[in-house]
């Protein structure tokens, strides 16, 4: 993450990295609070180091192969709530990716 | 002045660019890979070291050995014969594209079918990091319970074969396979699902099959069409 920041900074040409918006679904497996520790770590010395880092989490969403339903996978159960058929495609929730950054 | 730069870049496409240069490297020597991920103790081992020593006449086999730390998994193999590489990630709960790719450097590809990648132990990260793998194998125990694919759906959605594993402990568990194998189907549609015990070795023979079958044609025929 720490990388791709400062290519894409770099490529700006300018001062300081302020805030980095990062989106994750709820399937990829980050916590927020160990990117936010790792990163204060590992931005030190560079031109992000200070930045905040905000996430955006995205609930993770199924659409049902049989009647097309939308709906969002209980723990336990990811039976489609309208055909009760379990059969489903992930359509949301394994997204990892840096949406902006804010520099100045 | 304060500016907002779009960015929309995923943050592992710096190891997925990795795993398209193994992919590569694999491809242009014929190595057909398989990424064998469980939690610790499902029996990763034991399913490589069972299907080299029932492909060992017909595949010529290769395996890296992912662990946080060790070599115990990496002496096992090496006793089939066979070209065996220990990465020890020192912490790292799952191998990433990188590690494989400094691993092919010093595995003999020219002498090489199949070549079995053993993650480390985990059932979360390593689903997120591509390795260069034509196939990912997920193996689950019957001791775990049959509740694992709610608590990990992403990678029982990923995987291409999901194998159960220990089936001959089944009568002194709760896991029920057919409820499992549903509940797979409902997650991943593509996912061939396989039920063995690497202690009495039922099962294993319809697992080897399908490694066979899927793996490219033998090597003198024209090459696979590319991965999307």
New interface residues.
């Given amino acids: 993450?720490l990388?791709?920041?400062l290519e894409?900074?770099n490529k700006?040409g300018?001062g300081k990295v302020?805030k980095i918006n990062?989106v994750f679904g709820d399937?990829?497996?980050v916590v927020g609070d160990c990117v936010q520790f790792y990163f204060e770590f590992l931005s030190r010395g560079t031109i992000a180091e200070g930045a905040s880092v905000s996430f955006r989490k995205v609930p993770?969403q199924a659409r049902c192969?049989e009647c097309g339903q939308e709906f969002t996978?209980e723990?336990?159960d990811?039976?489609c709530p309208k055909c009760h058929?379990?059969?489903?495609e992930?359509t949301a929730g394994?997204e990892?990716?840096?949406?902006?950054?804010?520099?100045? | 002045?304060?500016?907002?730069?779009?960015?929309?870049?995923?943050?592992?496409?710096?190891n997925d660019q990795i795993a398209e240069r193994n992919r590569a490297l694999l491809d242009k020597h014929k190595v057909f890979a398989l990424n064998v991920m469980s939690s610790p103790g499902a029996g990763k081992t034991s399913l490589i070291l069972d299907t080299i020593r029932t492909l060992k006449k017909r595949k010529r086999v290769g395996v890296i050995e992912g662990d946080i730390s060790s070599t115990i998994d990496a002496e096992k193999v090496k006793k089939e014969r066979v070209p065996v590489l220990q990465i020890n990630t020192g912490g790292e709960c799952h191998l990433d594209a990188a590690m494989i790719n400094r691993a092919l450097e010093n595995m003999p590809l020219e002498e090489m079918d199949l070549l079995f990648i053993e993650n480390v132990g985990n059932l979360?990260?390593p689903?997120?990091f591509k390795l260069g793998e034509d196939r990912k194998v997920l193996i689950v125990s019957a001791p775990e319970g049959d509740?694992k694919i709610?608590k990990y759906?992403?990678l029982f959605?990923l995987a291409d074969a999901v194998v159960v594993n220990k089936i001959d402990l089944l009568p002194y568990t709760t896991f029920d396979v057919d409820g499992f194998s549903?509940?797979l189907?409902?997650?991943n549609?593509k996912a061939r699902l396989f039920r063995v015990s690497c202690t009495t070795h039922e099962g294993i023979e319809d697992w080897t099959d399908w490694v066979l079958s899927t793996m490219r044609p033998p090597k003198q025929t024209s090459r696979r069409q590319p991965r999307p």
Wanted: charged share 30%.
């Fill in positions: 993450m990388d791709l920041v894409e900074a700006t300018t302020r990062l399937m990829a497996g993770t192969r996978p723990e336990f990811w039976s058929k379990v059969s489903v992930i394994k990892l990716f840096v949406e902006s950054i804010e520099v100045e | 002045m304060k500016v907002n730069i779009k960015i929309l870049k995923d943050i592992l496409s710096a979360v990260c689903g997120e509740d709610y759906p992403l959605h549903k509940a189907k409902g997650l549609q």
